[in-house]
């Protein structure tokens, strides 16, 4: 089992930047890839970010340039640094490991709002 406790979620401005943390915990030594998904209201969760380890990250085109995802393995952590932030990209975002098993595992979420 995996846990995966997300943090850094909050409101800014537009033209803001937020930056999300994920630490994981349990059999974290079994975990391959991480990353971040969001799900705004009333639409369905869409992939952000993912990493395995550098330089395979992968990002979807409307975060492109905007947004950085990095990966701690010390630490047993992923990193999601926004920039820009655009009202379009409010919503819920969750962490997510994959396991050597394909496992997968989500965190509870944290509401990033982006209003002015």
């Known amino acids: 089992q995996v846990q995966l406790v997300e943090s850094g979620g909050g409101l800014v401005q537009p033209g803001g930047s937020l930056r999300l943390s994920c630490a994981a915990s349990g059999s974290s030594r079994s975990i391959y890839s991480m990353g971040w998904y969001r799900q705004a209201p009333g639409k369905q969760r869409e992939s952000v970010a993912s990493?395995?380890?550098?330089?395979?990250?992968n990002y979807a085109d409307s975060v492109k340039g905007r947004f950085t995802i990095s990966r701690d393995n010390a630490k047993n952590t992923v990193y999601l640094q926004m920039n820009s932030l655009k009202p379009e990209d409010t919503a819920v975002y969750y962490c997510?490991?994959?396991?050597?098993?394909?496992?997968?595992?989500w965190g509870q979420g944290t509401q990033v709002t982006v209003s002015s």
């Open positions: 990493i395995i380890s550098e330089p395979y990250i």
């Open positions: 997510t490991a994959r396991t050597t098993t394909a496992d997968r595992y």
